[in-house]
């Protein structure tokens, strides 16, 4: 299984030896603990559960330090599942994965949350355009415009694009190219950008669109 989790620290560029520049997110990937096996016949689906961040044990709740210390594992502050594609795990319990599960010129999906923009107009979060300033229409500029239709059905349909909350959602960048694998440091550098603020928790793993 190809995956594990980690804290993006920001862009950086890589130069090749032909001096040619590639823009890159630097990702703080692993440690990452093995906390749990789900298998088909007990769960109803095959998954592999992995830790990441280690912290304090008074920093988690009795129920999260009772499933980590019966398997012998330290106290960490994340956990997710990575969906097995084959059914089937050649990962133990308690086993330590690191940056090494990915080589260099693999293809990832990188997961994180992306930035909130709070509450935004239909401009900012639809890209809808401008209206006219002409004809004394100069507080009507941003405005979105009709919402429905009049007598029938007489209310805004479902699913309009309107102004609300932006951003904070849960996006999946995809097939991203390793360019850098830094074992030594537990780093991880992928071409392009990933979702998300400095220091935001990410999950990368093997990209579905990889042949």
Known sequence: MKGIIGKKLGMSQVFDEDG??????????GPC????????????????????????????????????????????????EFRLRNGGSELKEGQRLTVEVFTKGDRVDVVGTSKGRGFAGTIKRHHFNRQSTTHGASDRTRAPGSSSSGTTPGRVKKGTRRAGHMGDDRVTTQNLEVIV??????????????PGAKGGLVIIKQSVKSR
């Open 181 to 194: 694998v830094d074992a030594e440091n537990h780093l991880l550098a992928v071409k392009g950008s990933v």
């Open 20 to 29: 040619r520049v590639t823009p890159v997110t630097v990702i703080q990937a």
């Open 33 to 80: 603990f093995v906390t749990a096996i789900r298998s088909a016949d007990k769960d109803g689906y095959t998954a592999v559960q992995l830790g990441f961040d280690e912290l304090a044990p008074e920093n988690l709740t009795g129920g999260e330090r009772g499933h980590l210390q019966k398997r012998n594992l330290p106290t960490v502050r994340y956990l997710r």
